[in-house]
C-alpha cells in the first residue's frame, strides 16, 4: 500500500509549482521516512487510538501509522484520525489515502480543510486538550512575521515561536494526552539560537525526548525538493519522565547505513545551559573539547567579549567607499581573511573597503589593534562551520580605527584589541577540529552567531595565549600541526 501512496506523492509533487509549494511551505514526505517515523512509536497498552496528523498532504504519514496498525504491530480496537490539510488541491488525494485502509483496520478519520493553528487555538482555549493519544506530523516549513494573526493567537495559548513547524509542534504537545506519543520529522534549526529559546522551554517542560534521527547529509530527507535545510526526526512523550535518549543517523532516508547510541540526558541538554541548547552528539564517544581538563573556562572566565560587527552596510550605505579616501577608516568584511592572512585594501572586491568617520559612524567603530574574528556565514567549500581569522594591526597603515561589518563576531576586550598571542591562540583554538565537531553538535546553521560562541568552553587565558605563541612562530601551519596543539594544553 506504501507504495500506492510513494507513486502518488511523486506525482503530486512533481505537478504542484514551486510557488504553491512555498506558499504552503510544503515538503512531502518520502515513503521510507514515514515508514521510519511510524516505526518510532512504542505499543500502547491504551484499546482507542486518536491520531492527530497536522499538515497531513496526501496523507504519507498516517498511511505508515495505519500500515503498522494493520499489520498487527500496533493493536487497537479503535483507531481515530484527525487529519489537518490547508491545501485544498491535496483533499482527493488525502481522502484517497485514508479511505484505503478502512477495511484493513477499524479506522475513522475526518479531514479538518482548516488553518491548524486557529482551531488548535481553539481547542485549547475552550478544554479540548489532551484529546490525542498519538501525533505524527511533517509540519511545514514558513517563518511567522512577529505581527501577524497566526503568532497573536499562539500568543493566546503561551506559545512564542519564529516558524510554524515549531508552532504545529508546540500545539500538538498541548492537544496529546500525558504519556501521548509525537514524531516529527522537523528543521533542526531550532536546537540552539535565541529565537527558538522559548519554544525548546515550552517543549522541554511539557515532554520528555525519546529519540533523535539525523541525516549526516543536508541535501537528502526530502531530495525531491532540493530543500539543503538540515532535518531530523523527533520523537516525544508528553509529560514523559525524561531518562537516556536513543540518538540514530543515517546519510539519507534510505537508512541503509542506520547507527544508533544511547546517550545520557545531560550530553544532550547541559545542565547549566541557560540557553536550553539541544546538542546532538553522533557517536559514543566524548569528544576532545569534553575530555579535556583544560577546557573549562567561559569568555567571562577569561575576560573577552564576543560581539556581533556593529556595521550593517545597507544602514550606512552613504557612508561606504570602495575605494579608501581621505577620512575615511578600513572596513572589514570575511573576504578580507585569507585563513591568518589580513589582505586590505582588497581591490576588485564587490564590497567597500571602508567607510566614512563621522559622528554617525563613530559609536560603531573599533580602535585599531588585534583581534579575533569568526565569520557568521561560513562557505560551502570549506570544511569547517567554524572560521576564525586574526586581525592584524598592520595591515591598516596608520589607521587609528576599524570597522567591522556584520557578518563577522568580533572577539576584544571591552571593545579595545587583544593582546597579539590571546588573539592567535583564541584563532588557532576555534579553527580545530574539536570545536568545529563540537559546536556541529548543537547546531545544523552554516550560520554562527556570537550566542553560540560564547556557550563553547575554552582553555584558560594563559592556555590561549601559550598557544597564540605557538601560532606565531609559524607562518603556515596546517590542520593536523593545529589538532595536535589541542593536546598539549595545560589548564
Known amino acids: 500500500m506504501l507504495s500506492v501512496i510513494e507513486e502518488r ?85 488525502l481522502n484517497d489515502s485514508l479511505i484505503s485502509y478502512t477495511n484493513s483496520t477499524s479506522l475513522a478519520y475526518k479531514i479538518f480543510d482548516v488553518d491548524f493553528i486557529e482551531e488548535a487555538v481553539n481547542r485549547i482555549q475552550f478544554g479540548y486538550k489532551d484529546y490525542f493519544t498519538h501525533a505524527i506530523l511533517n509540519p511545514p516549513y514558513k517563518k511567522i512575521n512577529s505581527n501577524s494573526r497566526q503568532r497573536l493567537l499562539l500568543r493566546q495559548v503561551g506559545i512564542e515561536t519564529v516558524n510554524l513547524y515549531s508552532a504545529f509542534i508546540a500545539l500538538s504537545l498541548e492537544l496529546v494526552k500525558p504519556g501521548g506519543q509525537i514524531v516529527a520529522i522537523i528543521p533542526r534549526s531550532f536546537c540552539n539560537g535565541p529565537y527558538y529559546r522559548p519554544f525548546r522551554n515550552f517543549m522541554l517542560e511539557r515532554a520528555a525526548i525519546r529519540h533523535i534521527h539525523l541525516f549526516n547529509t543536508r541535501n537528502k530527507a526530502f531530495k525531491d525538493d532540493n530543500v539543503l ?197 583564541l584563532s588557532v583554538f576555534l579553527n580545530t577540529t574539536a570545536v568545529d565537531e563540537n559546536f556541529r553538535r548543537f547546531s545544523g546553521h552554516t550560520q554562527v552567531n556570537a550566542t553560540d560562541l560564547k556557550l563553547i568552553k575554552y582553555p584558560s587565558r594563559n592556555a590561549l595565549i601559550t598557544l597564540g605563541q605557538w601560532a606565531m612562530q609559524h607562518t603556515t601551519f596546517t590542520q593536523s600541526m593545529i589538532d595536535d596543539q589541542l593536546g598539549n594544553l595545560n589548564s
Not at 301 to 328: A, C, M, Q, W
Open 9 to 93: 506523492r511523486l506525482r503530486v509533487s512533481n505537478s504542484t509549482d514551486t510557488v504553491r509549494k512555498s506558499l504552503f511551505g510544503q515538503f512531502f514526505t518520502p515513503a521510507t521516512t514515514a515508514w521510519f517515523m511510524a516505526r518510532l512509536f512504542t505499543p500502547s497498552i491504551a484499546r482507542d487510538c486518536r491520531l492527530l496528523d497536522a499538515g497531513a498532504g496526501i496523507g504519507s504519514l498516517s498511511s505508515a501509522f495505519l500500515e503498522r496498525c494493520a499489520s498487527g504491530e500496533l493493536n487497537f480496537d479503535k483507531i481515530d484520525v484527525s487529519a489537518f490539510e490547508l491545501d485544498t488541491l491535496l483533499l482527493k488525494e
Open 229 to 425: 535545510q538540515e532535518n531530523i526526526i523527533l520523537m516525544l512523550e508528553r509529560n514523559g519522565r525524561q531518562e537516556d535518549i536513543k540518538i540514530s543517523t543515517s546519510s539519507d532516508d534510505n537508512f541503509h547505513d542506520l547507527t544508533t547510541h544511547t546517550h545520557p540526558f545531560d550530553r544532550i541538554v547541559f545542565p547549566n545551559d541557560p540557553e536550553c541548547f539541544i546538542h546532538i552528539p553522533t557517536s559514543p564517544e566524548r569528544n576532545t573539547i569534553e575530555l579535556s581538563a583544560a577546557i573549562h573556562c567561559s569568555l567571562e572566565d577569561i575576560n573577552i567579549t564576543v560581539s556581533t560587527g556593529p556595521v550593517v552596510d545597507f544602514r550606512v550605505k552613504e557612508y561606504l567607499r570602495y575605494i579608501p579616501e581621505l577620512g575615511s577608516v578600513p572596513l572589514l568584511y570575511p573576504s578580507h581573511f585569507t585563513e591568518q592572512r589580513t589582505e586590505w585594501p582588497k581591490l576588485g572586491l564587490k564590497k567597500p573597503n571602508a567607510i566614512c568617520r563621522n559622528s554617525q559612524t563613530e559609536k560603531l567603530l573599533f580602535p585599531n589593534g588585534f583581534y579575533c574574528v569568526v565569520r557568521r556565514f561560513s562557505s560551502k567549500e570549506e570544511k569547517r562551520r567554524i572560521v576564525a581569522s586574526v586581525v592584524q594591526p598592520e595591515a591598516f597603515a596608520k589607521a587609528d580605527v576599524l570597522g567591522f561589518e556584520n557578518h563577522l563576531n568580533v572577539f576584544h576586550e571591552n571593545k579595545r584589541g587583544l593582546p597579539a598571542a590571546l588573539a592567535y591562540g
